[in-house]
Each structure stands twice: as C-alpha cells, then as structure tokens.
C-alpha cells in the first residue's frame, strides 16, 4: 500500500512537470484557496488565539471549534457546561478554556456575551 502511494505520487508529480506546473506551485496554489475560504473574522479570532498561546490543527479546526461553542449557547448551555465540555476534550488550561470561549462568543457570537462570566 506505501509502494503504490509512492508510485502515485511519482506520477504525479511527472505529470505535473509534463504540464509545466511544479510541485511547490500546486502546493501555492492549494494554499492560497483555503487561506480565500478564511475570512476577516476568521483571522481575527484566530490571531487573537494564537496572541495568547492557543493553537490549532489547523484554521479550520479552530473556526469549527470556535462556531461549535456558539451551537452550544445556542442550545442553552451555560459557560460552565461549555467550560466543563472544552476542560473534559481538550488539555488546555482553565484559563485557556475560558479565553477560548470569549473569543468565540466576542468573534461569533456576541448574542451570547450575556451568558459569560463577569
């Protein structure tokens, strides 16, 4: 199964060099598209993160989280259940759980700024 992932991607990348697009282009390319698919929030709740140390797998998966603690507002949960939730699935910190869900709330979901901690 390795073996015919590498010969895979050899044919690949020979394909790509027949066609004149060089592997480090494709890969500029696939990057550009899902940086457009971030938005000006996006950023900004992701730049806020990783202002305090709070990183991601990747963009994506932030955003997902990030819009994930919103749904749960959404369904009437309360910050310490969506704390609890963020403590229980993940090895941040309670600090770190908390500025997450700030984040998310300020970011997306300012509705629910009612529902944060004073």
């Not at 704390?83 to 229980?88: F, T, V, Y």
């Amino acid at each position: 199964m390795f073996i015919s992932r590498i010969t895979t991607v050899a044919r690949t990348l020979t394909l790509a060099t027949m066609i004149g697009v060089s592997a480090l282009g494709a890969v500029t390319v696939a990057n550009a598209q899902s940086a457009a698919s971030v938005s000006s929030q996006d950023v900004t709740f992701l730049d806020g993160m990783a202002e305090e140390g709070i990183t991601f797998t990747s963009p994506e998966a932030g955003i997902e989280l990030a819009q994930h603690i919103c749904g749960e507002f959404g369904d009437g949960a309360s910050f310490d259940g969506v704390a609890a939730e963020g403590l229980e699935n993940s090895s941040l910190s309670a600090y770190d759980v908390g500025y997450l869900i700030g984040g998310s709330v300020a970011v997306y979901c300012p509705r629910y700024t009612d529902e944060l901690p004073a």
